[in-house]
């Protein structure tokens, strides 16, 4: 179970005098339950990358792999690769159409040619997981909330049964709480559904609070992949190319550069926190 | 797909003819599209062909790309050229059963078929060389005479500016759209004529909605820099006559003294 890249390059406008190359020489494996988050700078290529995962985009050389298969042979069928790679796009409130929430969620799996009873069926449950309330299934997504809107068309995505989840910058334009519902709905989706998610994002504490392994691109190739320990590790490397670490990286790593002695790499908040905690405590001899 | 569409686009370069006043190019384009029209021979070209070819050389807009304008109108094209070849009467050169082709057909053929091709890649020259905001800045100045009788030109031009304006930001939106209802499983190439246009559906709305999104937010901010129409407004960079402008002119005359004297004295 798995989405491969093989040395695909990807250009915009061909021939034209705006042509830019988006993607160089990318290489990349996205296995099964992953929590993935991609980084890098606007204009490194991260949307044109997350399109060719599920076939909207062709790559103008290279191999797009899914399961094993070449997505681009003919008698691989792209529509259901968008359903078992499920892509949501920045700003998806601005896909709604229907007049309803619920019939808004079920155009996906109709499309997918579900049967009727389960096109019902996962289309609540779709909007029960991202907390959308019974009272707001037949209200009309327009009159919705910016946070509710994103949350619908999450689960329009998600009412596809997908395999992979890919996210393009899903907490943009929200507010903090918004943010954090979305994040921790992620959260959720990968540990007791078992997707695959991959999230764009340019929040480094949101990448280090929830994601396990980091993809950074610069001017169209990925230049790190690894664990999230791992990628903030190169603080200097990632400010280079316009992108930076998590404030508790940063702060732990001022701190060390102060000669104080913290113990291992933490990146999250609590394991921040936890670290100073101990350092401090040791230093003054069991007691603050 | 939607980004092949090449008619009415600008081509960023630098050139003569990109930095020539627009009321220039515009008075040119049109003397240039109806010269096209007042001659019914092969030698009018010899001297619109040339006149072409140098304007665009000047222009460094690449020839295949203001070829690409042509797609649009290529089945007229084919159209016109078959309804003159086979419906022309004459000296008859090919009988075959019913299909006749005479000279003043074949003749007649290539010459409105290089007229109509002439006349859509010289116009495309013009907006390929020249911003949408410069182009409805000289036709604001060429109507103005108009004022006088109360047409409000300048309303008008910024109607026109701001429709131009739109029109790339439109069709990316469309394509966006187009491309999260597609990873949502849509279908638009595929089924009946009826099936596709209920298929447009969920790319129509979220488009009306943000249009009208835009619209309300643009004349928000046009409020918010106290816009309140032509009266009494200046211009950042208003339009002059250089020596580029007038040796511009020079060369149109030129032009036209040449297709003069060529149907004159050379009677194909």
Known sequence: ?288 | MIRDITIGQYYRTESVIHRLDPRVKIVGTLCYMISLFTFQSFAGYLAAIPFFAFVLLLSRVPFSYTVKGLKPVFVMLILTSVLNLFWTEGTVIVRLGFVVVTWEGLKRMIVISLRLILLIIGASVLTLTTTPNQLTDGLEHLFSPLKKVHVPVHEIAMMMSIALRFIPILIEETGRIMKAQTARGADFETGSVLRRIKNMFPIFIPLFVSAVHRAGDLADAMDARCYHGGAGRTKLHPLHYTGRDSAAFFVLLLYLLLLYFVKRYIPY
């Not at chain 1, 339950?33 to 060719?52: D, P």
């Not at chain 1, 102060?258 to 350092?279: F, L, N, Q, R, S």
């Open chain 1, 1 to 288: 179970m798995s989405i491969l890249l093989d040395h695909v390059n990807y250009i915009y406008g061909e021939n034209t005098p705006d042509e830019k190359q988006a993607l160089i020489d990318v290489s990349v494996e996205i296995k099964e339950n992953e929590m993935i988050a991609l980084v890098g700078h606007t204009g490194s290529g991260k949307s044109t990358f997350v399109q060719l995962l599920n076939g909207l985009e062709a790559p103008s050389s290279g191999t797009v792999y899914y399961q094993g298969t070449d997505i681009s042979e003919p008698s691989f069928s792209k529509r259901e690769l968008r359903g078992k790679v499920g892509l949501v796009f920045q700003y998806p409130e601005y896909q709604l159409f229907e007049e309803t929430v619920i019939r808004d969620v079920q155009f996906g799996p109709k499309n997918m040619g579900f049967r009727d009873l389960d096109i019902e069926l996962y289309s609540f449950e779709a909007l029960k997981k991202v907390g959308i309330g019974d009272e707001l299934l037949d209200a009309s997504p327009l009159s919705l909330s910016g946070g509710q809107k994103r949350r619908v068309a999450i689960a329009g995505v998600l009412a596809m049964q997908p395999e992979f989840l890919i996210l393009d910058e899903p907490a943009a334009g929200l507010d903090p709480a918004g943010k954090r519902e979305i994040m921790e709905l992620l959260k959720s989706l990968h540990e007791e559904k078992k997707i695959t998610i991959l999230f764009v994002s340019h929040s480094m504490e949101d990448v280090a609070e929830y994601a396990k392994r980091v993809l950074v691109m610069n001017e169209g190739r990925i230049v790190l992949d690894g664990r999230s320990e791992q990628i903030f590790s190169y603080q200097k490397e990632l400010e280079q190319i316009g992108l930076g670490v998590p404030q508790s990286v940063s702060l732990v790593n001022s701190l060390k550069k102060h000669g104080w002695d913290i113990k291992g790499m933490p990146i999250k908040y609590g394991e921040t926190v936890e670290a100073i905690y101990e350092a401090v405590t040791r230093r003054s001899g069991g007691s603050i």
